[in-house]
């Protein structure tokens, strides 16, 4: 099941080209030694990761490729960074914008809604889905560079919702051994926010839907929408709701 919550194209593209600026902007601002520099959190360097948002945006136009498999991810990302041999941060910084923007004009603006196409993991997308994707890799790695050079990024409250409103159906294929075994549903509050999600893992399956504010689940969850996705899918801080923490847990890093 591919499941869209959120299916205003507009306003997914919005951001995206938004998220596209931003990114090349900060992209453009590093020098040669902020590629060198660390990443907290990651395998990769600044530069690395610069390299994979060109990559995450060539996926959006002519790069086909994708991973039977969760744990074929990583060694799929490490070819395709390994393949872009120039390292000059303009470079990579035109190349992201100029390739990013024909994934949004003519691939992204164009797809039927109800086309269903590859993801990594064997899981399928639609184009909602596939934009809140996209968006949540630009907005996330942008704060993983940023951070690492001092720089200021800011990725708001409502972004975060729209990256979790579609198609996370996919982490199906990151449930860890131990959660294929669990059943076990959470009810999402985003504080501040009117999206309310029901997350459910069953048979080896993960779903999330929208729910209503009395729908019964198994844990109840109220928080931050920065704080839900930096803790879950993109484990990059620790959640402080022990529920989060325990939904963070059924998942392999992403």
Known sequence: MV???FSNREALITELRLATERTNALLSSLTPEDLERPVAGLDWNVGETVVHLVVIARRGVNDLRRSSTADGLAEL??????EIENRDP???ADKFSRTMNVAIDKVFANIPDDLIFDFHGGSKLTVFSAMSVVLGELLIHGNDI???VGKDWVIYPH???????????ILTAWLTPDAVHVTESYRVHFIGQEFIARLQIEAGTFTVTQSTADQVADYLIYVEPLEFIFAFP?????AEN???????SRFKPL
């Open 3 to 5: 499941t869209s919550l």
């Open 77 to 82: 990302n490490a070819t395709t960074i390994n």
């Open 90 to 92: 303009l470079y990579l």
């Open 146 to 148: 940023a951070r690492a």
């Open 159 to 169: 972004q975060a919702v729209l990256m979790f409103a579609n198609g996370w159906e």
């Open 234 to 238: 993109y484990g990059r801080r620790r």
């Open 242 to 248: 022990p529920d989060l923490q325990r939904l963070a």
